[in-house]
Each structure stands twice: as C-alpha cells, then as structure tokens.
C-alpha cells in the first residue's frame, strides 16, 4: 500500500514525499482510513509504529476540507504526557503540513508561558499540549476549547501512570460533546478501558504490534552483575561500541545524575535526564544526542518517553524497570525503521524477580551473557 491509497490530499503527500516516507505503517493503514472518515478511534500501539501520523494526516486533511477552519479558536487539541513527545509531536505536524495555512501551536510547563500565549493568541488551528499547562492557561482564559471538533489522547496508559487521570476528567467536560475522539495506548489494563469508555462513541478498534511481538528484532543480552560493579560492566560495554550511541535507563533521578558523573570521570561524554532538570536542560541534552555531540544519555522511565531516536543502537537497562511491561517499552526505543538494535540489561541478586516477569511478559528467554 501507499500513501496515495490512502487517499491523501496533494499537500500531504507533497510533505510526505518530501520526508521520504515510502509507505505507511501497519497502524496508518488501518488508522488514517478510520479517522479520515470521521469516526471514533480506539488505537492500541507501541510508541514508535507511527501513530503520529496516524491522527496528525487524517486531522489535518480534514481541517483542509473544513470550510469554518477560517474562524477563530483551537479545531484540534493533542493531549499527551510529556513535554517531550508534546515537542515532537508539533515537529511532526508542522511537518505534515507545511504546504498548507494549517497553524500549530504547542504548550508544556517548567519554561515560561508568555512565548506560548502569543503564539495562542495569534491564532491556532491545532494545539498540542501537556495536561498541566493547558488546564492553567485555560483557568487564565486565554485558551477555551469550545471549538474542538478533533481530540486525540495520546499514550493514555502513560497518563495514569504519571497521575493525570484527574486533569483528564477536568478537561473532558470543556470539549464539545459532538467531536471526533482519537485515544492511542499501548496496552489496555482495566482503567485504560473504563477512560476510553466515558470518552469515545461507537469507536473503531485498531490493533498493531502486541507487547509481546515488538521484542523480536531486537538483539537482548542478559549481564548478572553484582551492584557495586555496575558502572565498570556499564563503562566495559560502551567502550565496546565507540561509534554506537546508547540510552542508559536509571530507576531514580539521583541514579541517573550518579551513573552520569562516574561516566564523565571515566571520560565518556554524556547527559543525564529526568523531572528535576529544567526544559531547556532537558532540550539541550536530547539536541546534543541527537547530533552526536553526546553519544549516552541517562534517563528515568517517565523522561524519556518523548525521546524518539530512529537510529539509536544501544539501549541499557541498568536498573531494571518495577514492572515488565516498562522493559517491552524502553528497550522498543531501539531497532526502529529497519535499524539493528540491542538492548543490554544488568540483572543482581534482588532483581531476580523481575527478570523472570520479563521473560514471561515477551515469551523469551534473554541471553545470557556473564
């Protein structure tokens, strides 16, 4: 299939093309049909399948289209956890339409709001944005989302994670009860379920990549290591690979700014990332790796899930995750987009456990390699 059987407006695929994207995705096959048509949508996808373009193409078609685009107030609003993937996810929707008049505007907290009020003010016709901030400019009333017509929640399982079910429900009754819902997870627990209840309305159900399945292509070794030997294990296996970048995970922040300093007093150039730094801290450590200024960044669970490196090689569970399902999402950062990828986990005594959970969860057992 290609994007042109999706039936795409010429502007998209002119961006498209531009991007070099050859043909969509398991979950833009079946998704962009389904929301281009106006339906609700229920999507269950890892991050990293392209599900933002999943609902990015078919909402901005469909603003194209829309006749009353040229009146005031926000048309699209794109909730989501982080204020990372808040960032990405504006990078790639101005992408998408860059040959058209559509406006895009993002908004997440820890900088300063007066940037993103102007940007507001001058008009937006999509807004992405963290639940925290919005609901402050929306107490401040300078954003109102009474002209909604398409709302997507993205990665709605790693919004309870993080506690966000409240700010949710607050929001909820601001939109319009006629508008289009998109909702994308990457697993379906129980309260998952009930949220997608009270917010979509006769959805279509779209399924790509099982928890199980996006594992496969990945090379998982196994180190068992005793605590106090982390760092040479950790320092052993990035000198191995001089030319590879790698995404180190911690368990806590303190962790993570620990493994970062005993790196740079062993000489490997890296950043670390998590709550406590600031977003311009955090912007600038994910620039630096991206341009292979710094080739290890460390980063707790929740920070980096808005990192997305195409080409990243080597992912490093140094502490292991409190629960399996987050190992299936970490390590799925790498062996995108056809790469090679590896993940790395360093396993002691006490976190036996979880090891064996791993195994279960992915139907694998993981290489042992000390």
């Given at each position: 299939m290609t994007f042109s059987e999706l039936n795409l407006s010429k502007p998209i695929l002119r961006a498209l093309e531009n991007k070099q994207y050859q043909s969509p995705t398991p979950i833009q096959q079946q998704a962009?049909?389904?929301?281009?048509?106006?339906?609700?949508?229920?999507?269950?996808?890892?991050?990293?399948?392209?599900?933002t373009a999943a609902f990015a193409i078919p909402i901005i078609q469909q603003l194209m289209s829309n006749r009353t685009r040229g009146t005031k107030g926000v048309k699209a609003l794109i909730l989501t956890p982080t204020r990372e993937l808040a960032i990405q996810i504006e990078e790639c929707v101005r992408d998408y339409s860059q040959y058209t008049d559509i406006r895009t505007c993002v908004i997440f907290g820890g900088?300063?709001?007066?940037p993103q009020v102007a940007a507001i003010r001058r008009g937006v016709d999509i807004l992405i944005a963290t639940?925290?901030?919005?609901?402050?400019?929306?107490?401040?009333?300078?954003?109102?989302?009474?002209?909604?017509?398409?709302?997507?929640?993205?990665?709605?399982?790693?919004?309870?994670?993080?506690?966000?079910?409240?700010?949710?429900?607050?929001?909820?009754?601001?939109?319009?009860?006629?508008?289009?819902?998109?909702?994308?997870?990457?697993?379906?627990?129980?309260?998952?379920?009930?949220?997608?209840?009270?917010?979509l309305h006769n959805p279509?159900?779209?399924?790509?990549?099982?928890?199980?399945?996006?594992?496969?292509?990945?090379?998982?070794q196994l180190y068992f290591v005793e605590k106090p030997d982390k760092i040479d294990l950790l320092v052993k296996v990035l000198d191995k690979g001089?030319?590879?970048?790698?995404?180190?995970?911690?368990?806590?922040?303190?962790?993570?700014?620990?493994?970062?300093?005993?790196l740079k007093q062993r000489g490997i150039n890296c950043d670390a990332i998590h709550g406590n730094k600031s977003q311009n801290a955090r912007q600038r450590a994910l620039e630096n790796f991206k341009n292979r200024k710094t080739r290890v960044i460390i980063a707790t669970d929740i920070a980096a899930r808005g990192i997305d490196i195409a080409d990243l090689s080597t992912v490093?569970?140094?502490?292991?995750?409190?629960?399996?399902?987050?190992?299936?999402?970490?390590?799925?950062?790498?062996?995108r987009a056809g790469h090679h990828g590896r993940a790395l986990t360093f396993c002691t005594q006490d976190e036996y456990p979880m090891l064996r959970d791993i195994q279960k969860l992915t139907k694998r057992k993981l290489t042992r390699v000390q």
């Amino acid at each position: 299939m290609t994007f042109s059987e999706l039936n795409l407006s010429k502007p998209i695929l002119r961006a498209l093309e531009n991007k070099q994207y050859q043909s969509p995705t398991p979950i833009q096959q079946q998704a962009i049909p389904v929301a281009l048509s106006g339906r609700d949508l229920l999507g269950l996808a890892q991050t990293g399948t392209g599900k933002t373009a999943a609902f990015a193409i078919p909402i901005i078609q469909q603003l194209m289209s829309n006749r009353t685009r040229g009146t005031k107030g926000v048309k699209a609003l794109i909730l989501t956890p982080t204020r990372e993937l808040a960032i990405q996810i504006e990078e790639c929707v101005r992408d998408y339409s860059q040959y058209t008049d559509i406006r895009t505007c993002v908004i997440f907290g820890g900088v300063k709001q007066n940037p993103q009020v102007a940007a507001i003010r001058r008009g937006v016709d999509i807004l992405i944005a963290t639940p925290g901030r919005l609901l402050d400019l929306i107490g401040q009333r300078i954003i109102s989302l009474d002209t909604v017509c398409h709302f997507v929640l993205d990665e709605a399982d790693r919004m309870l994670d993080m506690g966000f079910v409240h700010d949710i429900r607050r929001l909820i009754p601001l939109l319009p009860k006629r508008r289009q819902t998109l909702f994308f997870s990457a697993t379906m627990p129980k309260s998952i379920a009930t949220l997608s209840q009270s917010l979509l309305h006769n959805p279509q159900r779209v399924e790509v990549a099982p928890v199980s399945s996006v594992v496969d292509t990945i090379d998982q070794q196994l180190y068992f290591v005793e605590k106090p030997d982390k760092i040479d294990l950790l320092v052993k296996v990035l000198d191995k690979g001089p030319d590879n970048n790698a995404l180190v995970f911690a368990r806590t922040k303190h962790g993570a700014d620990k493994i970062a300093r005993k790196l740079k007093q062993r000489g490997i150039n890296c950043d670390a990332i998590h709550g406590n730094k600031s977003q311009n801290a955090r912007q600038r450590a994910l620039e630096n790796f991206k341009n292979r200024k710094t080739r290890v960044i460390i980063a707790t669970d929740i920070a980096a899930r808005g990192i997305d490196i195409a080409d990243l090689s080597t992912v490093v569970n140094f502490d292991m995750p409190d629960v399996a399902e987050t190992y299936v999402h970490r390590i799925g950062r790498t062996g995108r987009a056809g790469h090679h990828g590896r993940a790395l986990t360093f396993c002691t005594q006490d976190e036996y456990p979880m090891l064996r959970d791993i195994q279960k969860l992915t139907k694998r057992k993981l290489t042992r390699v000390q």
